[in-house]
C-alpha cells in the first residue's frame, strides 16, 4: 500500500522543526523511518504533515559529559555500533544494539527514533530503562529532561508532548567492577523479542553484589524493571545467587504480559524468567573476571 498524502517538510535547524511543530495541524517527525515509514505505508498512521529530521545536524553526535555518555537522538544505530567509547563506557547499550533488525535497518534507524517509537518489544527502550537514563526534550518553550522511569507511558507512547521533540539521551556510566548482558528469544535473528532482559550488575572486591538492573522487553506495555528480583540479589554474594530463581523473580510481579501467536502469557513468562538467568549468568560472569 501507499500512504495517505502528506505535506512532506525537511527543516535544517531545532528551531526550524519546533516551529513547524508550533505552527502546523496533525504533524509528525520522522527519525530513521525504519517504524514509521510501514505504519504510513499501511495507513495504520495519517498525518497532514510529515517533519523529516535527517537534515538537523544538530541531533546527532556522541559525547561524554558529567558521567553519562549523551548520544544525539538523530544518531543512527549503525554509528553506535561502531563506536568505541560507547563499547567502552556503555556496554549494554554496545550489547543491545547488534540485535536491532537487521544491518540495513540500523545503518537508517535512530537512537531517539526507536526510543520515541517505544515498542515493548525493541532492546533500547528496557536498556534505557535499566541504566536510569535521562531524556532531554526540547519544544519552542525550552528544554526539559525526563528520567527513563517517567518516559514510557504505554504502548508506542511517551511523556513527550506534542510539540517536543527528543534531541538526545544521556546513559550513565558505570565504573567498577560491573557486568552486562543482553538476551532475548525471537522467532527469528531480527524480529522483535517474544520476550528479552538486559542486566547490569556491580559488585565489590569480595565478590558481594553492590547494584543489580534488570530491564524486560516483550512482557508488557512498556519496559519493565524488575525492582524487586533487583533487591532481593544486594549484599548477596554474587557466586551464591541461583540464577533460575532470580529469573522467576523478575517475572513474578508483572501485572499483565501479553499474547499472542507468537506465544501464550505464561509462555511468556517461562521465556522471561530464563532469558533473565542467562544474562545474569553471563553479566556476573563478567564482573567475577574483572
Not at 553484589?209 to 540479589?233: H, N
Not at 517475572?251 to 501467536?261: E, I, W
Request: net charge negative.
Amino acid at each position: 500500500m501507499k500512504p495517505a498524502p502528506f505535506d512532506y517538510h525537511a527543516p535544517d535547524t531545532i528551531d526550524g522543526v519546533l516551529q513547524l511543530l508550533t505552527d502546523l495541524d496533525d504533524a509528525k517527525v520522522l527519525a530513521g523511518g525504519q517504524s514509521f515509514i510501514p505504519l504510513l505505508s499501511m495507513r495504520l498512521a495519517v498525518f497532514e504533515h510529515v517533519i523529516d529530521l535527517r537534515r538537523v545536524e544538530e541531533l546527532r553526535g556522541i559525547q561524554q559529559t558529567d558521567g553519562s555518555v549523551w548520544i544525539g537522538a538523530s544518531t543512527t544505530q549503525a554509528t553506535v555500533e561502531r563506536d568505541a567509547d560507547v563499547a567502552r563506557l556503555v556496554p549494554l547499550l554496545a550489547r543491545a544494539v547488534p540485535l536491532i533488525g537487521h544491518f540495513q535497518i540500523r545503518n537508517r534507524g535512530t537512537i531517539g527514533g526507536s526510543l520515541a517509537h517505544a515498542d515493548p518489544a525493541s532492546e533500547l527502550p528496557a536498556v534505557a530503562l535499566a541504566l536510569d537514563a535521562e531524556f532531554e526534550a526540547v519544544s519552542v518553550r525550552g528544554r526539559r529532561t525526563i528520567p527513563a522511569a517517567e518516559f514510557f507511558t504505554g504502548t508506542w507512547s511517551t511523556a513527550l508532548d506534542d510539540d517536543e521533540i527528543l534531541a538526545r539521551v544521556g546513559f550513565p556510566i558505570w565504573t567498577g567492577r560491573c557486568g552486562f548482558a543482553v538476551e532475548e528469544v525471537a522467532r527469528r535473528h531480527g524480529d522483535f523479542a517474544i520476550a528479552g532482559a538486559c542486566v547490569a550488575v556491580e559488585v565489590d572486591p569480595q565478590g558481594a553484589v553492590q547494584r543489580c538492573a534488570i530491564g524486560l522487553f516483550g512482557l508488557g506495555s512498556t519496559p519493565v524493571r524488575a525492582t524487586t528480583a533487583e533487591q532481593s540479589v544486594l549484599d548477596a554474594r554474587a557466586s551464591e545467587v541461583d540464577a533460575s530463581a532470580l529469573g522467576r523473580a523478575a517475572v513474578n510481579d508483572l501485572a499483565s504480559v501479553p499474547y499472542d501467536l507468537n506465544g501464550s502469557a505464561d509462555y511468556r513468562r517461562r521465556v522471561g524468567a530464563t532469558v533473565v538467568a542467562r544474562a545474569w549468568a553471563s553479566a556476573i560472569e563478567e564482573a567475577l573476571r574483572d
